[in-house]
């Protein structure tokens, strides 16, 4: 989320577009709600009072360029608690243990997994394999490891 330090939110008028230049329903602010696909987007900023305004243009890579946690340390300590897959549009993010038994699933992921089971059971220390369904119909295998 970006900040600005000269105007609030307030002040001014946001309007993002997508790649057609269609405007993105819903979203008015620099922190979006929307997750968006590959492609380069802009964002218009109109001050409210003058009525002058300026746009950039912001480039989304795509999600295999982006870098998926491989590790988490569930300790309360604010720091890799959770296995953060917020910016991935996951429709679904399956757990396995090293014999393939699935220990938690999620349909909707965001980042509520801190290494426990389906249950609610703390998992051991250990590597796990994840399926991670994102995007629609895409797919994605690999392994994190919980440190306690």
């Keep these: 989320t970006a900040i600005p330090d000269n105007y609030t939110s307030n002040e001014v008028s946001i309007v993002w577009y997508d790649q057609n230049d269609n405007i993105i329903s819903g979203e008015n602010s620099l922190d979006l ?15 409210n009072d003058t009525g ?10 795509e999600l295999e360029s982006c870098v998926i946690p491989q590790g988490i340390s569930p300790n309360n300590d604010g720091f890799n608690d959770n296995f953060d897959l917020s910016s991935f549009d996951v429709q ?5 243990n090293r014999y393939g038994t699935l220990v938690y699933s999620k349909d909707s992921y965001s980042n509520e997994w801190h290494g426990q089971s389906n249950d609610g059971e703390e998992l051991p220390v250990g590597t796990y394999y994840f399926v991670m369904k994102y995007q629609g119909s895409k797919q994605k295998a690999a392994w994190v490891y919980i440190n306690r």
Aim: charged share 20%.
């Design 52 to 61: 002058c305004s300026n746009t950039a243009t912001v480039d989304v890579f």
């Design 92 to 96: 679904r993010l399956e757990i396995y």
């Design 33 to 47: 709600d929307t997750v968006l696909t590959e492609g380069t987007y802009t964002i218009e900023v109109t001050f």
